[in-house]
């Protein structure tokens, strides 16, 4: 105890600990003493606790000197915080720094170490070392334990430290220790970068930066924007192929590379001084929010269809489109060409310029058939290529009127065909027979053959 606490401590009328778990209550002993404990076991959440506990100790200080007293440092409590920025007749004695104690115990060799309670473990973010303290029940613990896997690897190793006993244990086994309290705490830093358990997006970053650099790999190192661009359209439909499966696995592998092209892009243009990974991911937050004002603004959306509404609304003032052909020129020209046609023909549709029903559509889809085969009729050149496109595009219409996702649709129907093809021509191989000596007649047996066969 220094000597100013000792004079805070014999000076004062009313004496206050924040609680009496612990080794540093001890040197309390002596005093005349009013704990705090109740207010842990009163409390829903760390918010709460700390506001109770300063609540308690101002109201104490407004009819007598108080002296409050807590376990670590000043800096390390919120409710001394609160209590400082209200009153100032009331005097803190601060105990040896938790942090201090506990990274000095444990020995962490790290340049930066996060540290931070128990109670706030949810705000953890990734890091290179920390401590958490004020880790007093089983299930502060628990908490502790599952960020910290999460961030750092359940096996991984960590330094769990009550008073002045240190152990070494996994991480998995912070909540399975026989006693907490006050004075408990455990530190954990990351092991060698290519060593460890778990990785986020600034590791891949790094990584990516890495392969990029004088020394690294020299393939990477060649790489631009323009030359991995297909990469991300790649990646994309194999992630979209793992979630038709239904493969989980599979869907964690292909997230995972679709965000490895999203990081070297950013690497890229970061080393061009354009912009870095942080400014991309700033940019689609800020969006999000913008776009979402019917949850953190004045909208007001009570469906999905009504939230679709406001998006829209929203990305239209965000992207400046004034008129509805701006919208229109905004669909990516570089999409498949059935799923452009059905995201232009509905933007379209928003201005009125539509057709009343699917019966109208289909009735068009007609007509460019009738076209087509006139255009066939006619051996002008390019015609029948214009007219197939209308063709094609008119059955996106009709499709899109009747509520149905074209290009979903499509793939469906190729896979259908694709199966009954190869059903088809095994058929015709196990009776003993070559697919190309078939006439249309037998061919067409063969096809209803393996059309039942699959239905």
């Known amino acids: 105890m220094t000597l100013a606490a000792k004079e805070a401590l014999d000076g004062a009328e009313e004496i206050i600990a924040r609680t009496s778990r612990g080794c540093a209550f001890e040197s309390l002993s002596g005093y005349s003493v009013r704990t705090l404990d109740e207010v842990f076991s009163s409390s829903r959440n760390f918010d709460t606790l700390n506001k109770k506990l300063a609540a308690q100790v101002i109201s104490a200080g407004r009819h007598s000197r108080v002296c409050y007293c807590v376990e670590g440092a000043v800096s390390e409590d919120i409710a001394c915080s609160i209590i400082l920025s209200k009153v100032k007749d009331v005097n803190v004695c601060e105990g040896v720094s938790r942090i201090s104690h506990i990274k000095e115990l444990a020995k962490l060799k790290a340049d ?10 949810r705000t953890l973010k990734s890091c290179e070392a920390c401590v958490v303290y004020d880790m007093d029940d089983e299930y502060a613990a628990s908490e502790v334990k599952q960020v910290l896997s999460n961030l750092f690897g359940e096996e991984s190793e960590c330094v769990f430290v009550r008073g002045d006993v240190v152990k070494k244990i996994k991480i998995y086994e912070i909540d399975r220790q026989k006693v907490y309290g006050g004075d408990c705490g455990v530190a954990v830093q990351q092991g ?56 989980d696995e599979g869907i964690q592998e292909e997230t995972g590379d679709v965000l ?19 400014d991309a991911i700033s940019a689609v937050v800020k969006k999000l929010i913008f776009r979402h004002s019917h949850i953190f603004g004045k909208d007001k ?14 990305k239209a003032e ?28 509905k933007r379209a549709a928003k201005s009125g310029m539509d057709f009343s029903s699917v019966n109208q559509a289909a009735e068009k889809l007609e007509e460019e058939i009738a ?13 029948v290529a214009e007219e197939a496109g209308d063709l094609l595009f008119s059955a996106v219409n009709t499709c899109r009127l009747a509520g149905v996702d074209c290009e979903d649709a499509l793939s469906r129907a190729t896979k259908k065909f694709t199966d009954r093809f190869v059903e088809c021509e095994r058929l015709i191989i196990a009776d003993g027979k070559d697919i190309t000596s078939l006439g249309q007649e037998e061919l067409d047996e063969y096809w209803e053959k393996a059309k039942n066969a699959r239905t």
């Open 260 to 278: 490895l092209q999203a990081a070297f892009h950013s690497v890229l243009k970061e080393e061009q001084g354009v912009f870095n990974a942080t």
């Open 318 to 345: 965000e992207k400046h489109m004034k008129t509805f052909g701006d919208r229109v020129l905004a669909v990516p020209v570089n999409m498949p060409a059935c799923m452009r046609a059905q995201k232009v023909g």
């Open 192 to 247: 060698d970068f290519l060593h460890r358990d778990r990785y986020d997006y600034a590791d891949l970053l790094r990584l990516v930066a890495l392969l990029r650099a004088p020394d690294g790999c020299p393939w990477d190192r060649v790489q631009t924007n323009e030359s991995i661009k297909q990469n991300v359209i790649e990646e994309a439909y194999e992630l979209a192929d793992a979630i038709d499966r239904q493969d």
């Open 301 to 314: 959306a009570s469906s999905e269809s009504e939230a679709l509404g406001v998006w829209d609304k929203n």
């Open 371 to 383: 076209e087509l085969e006139e255009a066939l009729s006619s051996g002008v050149d390019g015609r």
């Open 112 to 121: 930066s170490v996060t540290a931070l309670s128990a109670y706030s473990i």
